[in-house]
């Protein structure tokens, strides 16, 4: 139909012209997030940008990936039992944001999808992945990440029907 434009359907992108870039390479004002709350609200900003631009999914592979980054970089290491209120509230924001309906999507919300790996299969994909401060990805908080993500999106999922994420489990045997 000529009246309609063609909208490829899902994508799935790499983090890391955002974390370089921010959202200026989309035509936006955001410089590249420096702390966990400007990741968060630039994240947030680019999954809108880039599903209104899709009519299907938006993978973003990296996200606990990233988030971790920021959370260590702003909290230290040990973030990870310190700091758990706040990765939550972090959560929720970019959870009930990303569900909300979307004008540029005819009022659906964004169609999310993340992703958990296991060891193998974060170390095959993420073996040589550096951090634009030239650090590298820390397994162990990540995994820690991933599983505090997937037990609190449940609990959230039990409170009210929540449809997005859509969670994909990589395993390499």
């Known amino acids: 139909d000529e009246t309609h434009p063609v909208f490829p359907y899902c994508v799935s992108i790499t983090m ?8 200026k390479g989309l035509g936006g004002d955001s410089v590249a997030p420096k702390h966990l709350d400007s990741f968060c609200g630039s994240f947030i900003n680019l ?5 209104s631009q899709f009519c299907g999914a938006l993978a973003t592979v990296e996200f606990l990936m990233c988030f971790d980054y920021f959370a260590r970089k702003d909290f230290g290491k040990d973030y990870l039992s310190t700091n758990t209120k706040k990765i939550e509230q972090c959560f929720q924001q970019i959870l009930y944001s990303l569900n909300q309906p ?24 993420f073996h040589d992945f550096i951090f634009p401060d030239d650090t590298e990805p820390t397994w162990e908080s990540v995994n ?3 599983k505090r993500f997937m037990k609190w999106f449940n609990s959230e999922r039990l409170k009210k029907p929540l449809t997005f994420p859509v969670e994909t489990i990589n395993l390499l045997d």
């Open 47 to 51: 999954c809108f940008a880039l599903s």
């Open 16 to 23: 890391y012209p955002f974390l370089l870039n921010g959202l």
């Open 102 to 125: 979307a004008a540029a999507r005819n009022f659906q919300s964004v169609f999310w999808n993340i992703a958990y790996f296991d060891k193998n299969y974060f170390d095959g994909i």
């Open 144 to 146: 820690w990440l991933q």
